[in-house]
């Protein structure tokens, strides 16, 4: 059966300091790639999607960069932290050929920037 | 331009009545419709989906819903709400090129009281 991994699940960073989450799925080949961010008491905001290796479409423009370096790994990062990047950051995959068969979530990670 | 609209921010429900969370989309063509569900501090996990067909779709957990297209709406139901259905439901539509751009509602938090 096809997992998602999310990692750390919580995270305080300062003001300035770089970022790096990490996504993994397995036991599928080819999945399309998500990065969410979730502010408090708000709906989801699409950050990033990739549909293979390298492909990365960014849909905010923002202090935040998605790389996908392999098959099955997402990865989020930014440079310099911002206090308006604290959020709820939330990585999913759906099928190859499109999000229409709904989406997977991983379980998470609380950034708070101090 | 796309968008959905959950019109109750949250709801209480006595445990073992009826449910209903409203859902309003707005979609130019024929909508892929999701209803997801939050636990506090994990990611979504998705209840059920609509493509085409039967209007009444079920899902996990006992929920469904029903797509009413004349009112653009899909709300989301259960007979019979437990203790552990309280979370937050959000809804969803597939949207852009092969479904990559999900938008969601902004949540409706549902509270269960004994």
């Known amino acids: 059966s096809q997992t998602i991994h999310q990692w750390p699940a919580t995270l305080v960073q300062p003001v300035g300091s770089p970022l790096s989450l990490e996504c993994t799925v397995e036991?599928?080949?080819?999945?399309?790639l998500y990065w969410y961010r979730q502010a408090a008491g708000r709906g989801l905001q699409l950050l990033f999607y990739s549909v293979g290796i390298g492909q990365i479409s960014s849909e905010v423009p923002q202090n935040l960069s998605a790389s996908r370096p392999q098959d099955r790994q997402f990865i989020l990062s930014s440079k310099k932290l911002l206090l308006s990047d604290s959020g709820f950051y939330l990585c999913?995959?759906?099928?190859?050929?499109?999000?229409?068969?709904?989406?997977?979530f991983g379980s998470g990670t609380r950034l708070t920037v101090v | 331009a796309q968008s959905v609209t959950q019109p109750d921010i949250h709801i209480t429900v006595s445990e073992g009545a009826s449910l209903e969370l409203r859902c309003n989309y707005s979609?130019?063509?024929?909508?892929?419709l999701f209803w997801y569900v939050q636990s506090p501090g994990q990611g979504l996990q998705l209840l059920l989906k609509?493509?085409?067909?039967?209007?009444l779709v079920q899902g996990i957990k006992g929920f469904e819903a029903e797509f009413k297209r004349s009112q653009s709406s899909f709300n989301l139901r259960k007979p019979s709400v437990h203790w552990s259905d309280a979370a937050e439901y959000f809804c969803a539509v597939g949207a852009g090129t092969g479904g990559f751009k999900t938008i969601f509602g902004a949540g409706t938090r549902l509270f269960v009281k004994a």
């Open positions: 036991g599928t080949s080819n999945p399309n």
């Open positions: 999913a995959w759906s099928p190859t050929g499109g999000g229409f068969y709904g989406y997977t």
């Open positions: 609509y493509f085409s067909g039967d209007t």
């Open positions: 979609y130019g063509a024929t909508p892929y």
